[in-house]
């Protein structure tokens, strides 16, 4: 048998057992994010500050945190992404208040929204053949800023995964089903965070460019959800009293006070925000300009399927970053229509070996730079970047008597411990009340570079009791990149002279 044959056959053999491959996939890419997920990245800010009302409802039964900076430990939780805590706070009951426990549930979000953005595929034909369609999925899930974000444990995968519902909506053969569908899409935006809502306006405003009829109702539905949702959203905020203090949660989120100007000369630092994206874009460029010199025109970029996906794809990230921000977490809004635009039209034309390999090639290495990576990191410094020696260190000099303020790397084993847990965001905004509260405050589980700035703050005499600290040749770059910082972390007691 030839290698035409053979290639023949995989390709048959792909086509036939595609689902299976699928789900075989999936399992592979649970089971690598559940085994290294708790050593990279290292605990963090925003991980905590969205953790700690849902690990406060399922311990206390009550929505409340000390991880946000504008309420106070006794009021209802008013922070800009609701559903996730709530979500999460389900997920904590069933599998507990680990590391790994509490960044698994974005795994399984992103993994139903490219299940959903898979099944669009299919059900559209954008890409007719599976071998490009499990390379779709393997690209957009292996990337450097989608992996980044399911890993961080930040609440932005329930928007992927509304986002991947909107798509399949507009594939539902029946009215009442795709207009449902989007109805409840647009009530949970709001829920699911505020940027969202700019986001989804500029997928369905681009969609009108290429199916109006059939996008204007489901724009309708979509809308009259979030304007639903939002109303909603507001309203028991303001029953809880809490309106003004989400207000003031989502302000620092928003381009309020920025000079557009500005904005607009920082746009090449764009291209900085997700490396997979970058040199996606570019490598595809290349490709399509080397075919054009051969053939004299480029690839048809005539099909709905192909030219919409990749419009969002550049539209967006410049659209986001003038009117708010687009960090690496945001970037998969832009890398998921990039990716599917690419392997759509990758799909509609026939490929000589040197394109074939030179393609196969550009996928390995921006998939490569990012989940791969990350795992490889995290088993290049296994030791360094595990959270045993943290908890061992809290556990023998923290009990349930004490009140601990801790910095985010140290959260999970003070909370799993403490009587009660103070984070840094807290002392932001310290009024008469909350200055009351922190007088308890009698152990710190800080880094020790930290120490007089919050020590400054809560006032006192402190004492080192045990330290913490990952070795000197913890990997902290990867091409360039920070990672997040190696364990270093000290636990203080206040001296009993100090007076509280």
């Known amino acids: ?88 706070a389900g997920w904590i009951e069933l599998f507990g208040m680990s590391i790994t426990a509490v960044r698994s549930l974005n795994y399984v979000l992103v993994l139903a929204g490219t299940g959903l953005l898979w099944l669009t595929a299919r059900r559209i034909d954008a890409m007719d053949r599976s071998v490009i369609r499990l390379l779709f999925v393997a690209v957009l ?183 708010g921000k687009y960090p690496t977490y945001y970037s998969w809004m832009g890398y998921a229509p990039l990716v599917f635009g690419i392997c759509a039209a990758a799909s509609t034309v026939s490929w000589s070996r040197s394109e074939a390999l030179s393609g196969v090639g550009l996928l390995l290495l921006v998939g490569g730079i990012g989940l791969p990576a990350r795992i490889g990191v995290s088993v290049l410094q296994w030791d360094s970047r595990s959270y045993a020696p943290v908890e061992q260190v809290v556990d023998r000099h923290i009990t349930t008597r004490d009140t601990v303020f801790s910095s985010y790397q140290g959260y999970y084993a003070a909370k799993e411990r403490a009587g009660a847990v103070y984070l840094p965001k807290y002392l932001w905004r310290v009024s008469d009340t909350k200055a009351k509260e922190l007088r308890a405050v009698d152990k710190m589980v800080v880094a020790p570079d930290r120490k007089e700035v919050w020590t400054n703050r809560l006032g006192g005499q402190w004492e080192q009791m045990a330290r913490m600290q990952a070795p000197e040749r913890a990997i902290k770059s990867i091409f360039g990149r920070p990672l997040a910082q190696p364990y270093d972390l000290v636990v203080y007691t206040q001296s009993t002279s100090s007076p509280k």
Not at 69 to 79: C, M
Not at 259 to 272: E, F, T, V
Not at 286 to 305: D, E, F, K
């Open 1 to 88: 048998m030839d290698s035409s044959s053979s290639l023949t056959s995989l390709l048959q053999c792909v086509r036939r057992r595609e689902k299976s491959l699928l789900v075989g996939f999936f399992v592979v890419f649970l089971a690598l994010n559940l085994a290294t997920g708790s050593r990279s990245p290292t605990v963090w800010t925003d991980e905590v500050a969205y953790a700690d009302p849902a690990i406060n409802l399922v311990e206390s039964g009550a929505f409340t945190s000390t991880a946000w900076e504008v309420q106070r430990s006794s009021e209802h939780w008013a922070g800009n992404v609701p559903l996730y805590p709530l979500l999460l």
């Open 141 to 323: 899930l292996a990337g450097y800023g989608i992996s980044d974000t399911y890993r961080s444990g930040r609440p932005d995968m329930i928007g992927f995964v509304l986002v991947g519902a909107g798509g399949f909506a507009g594939t539902l053969s029946s009215a009442g089903a795709r207009h449902t569908l989007a109805l409840l899409v647009g009530l949970l935006l709001p829920l699911s965070g505020l940027q969202f809502l700019p986001y989804a306006a500029l997928l369905c405003g681009l969609a009108f460019l290429w199916a109006p009829g059939q996008i204007f109702p489901l724009s309708l539905a979509a809308g009259g959800g979030a304007i639903l949702g939002g109303g909603g959203l507001a309203s028991y905020y303001w029953y809880r009293g809490v309106w003004t203090d989400f207000l003031q949660s989502i302000t620092r989120h928003t381009a309020a006070g920025q000079s557009i100007d500005a904005k607009l000369l920082d746009l090449p630092s764009l291209l900085s925000a997700d490396p997979s994206y970058t040199l996606l874009l570019l490598g595809a460029l290349g490709l399509c300009g080397a075919r054009a010199r051969r053939q004299g025109r480029w690839p048809s970029l005539s099909r709905p399927a192909v030219s919409y996906p990749l419009t969002v794809a550049v539209v967006s990230p410049i659209v986001l970053f003038v009117v």
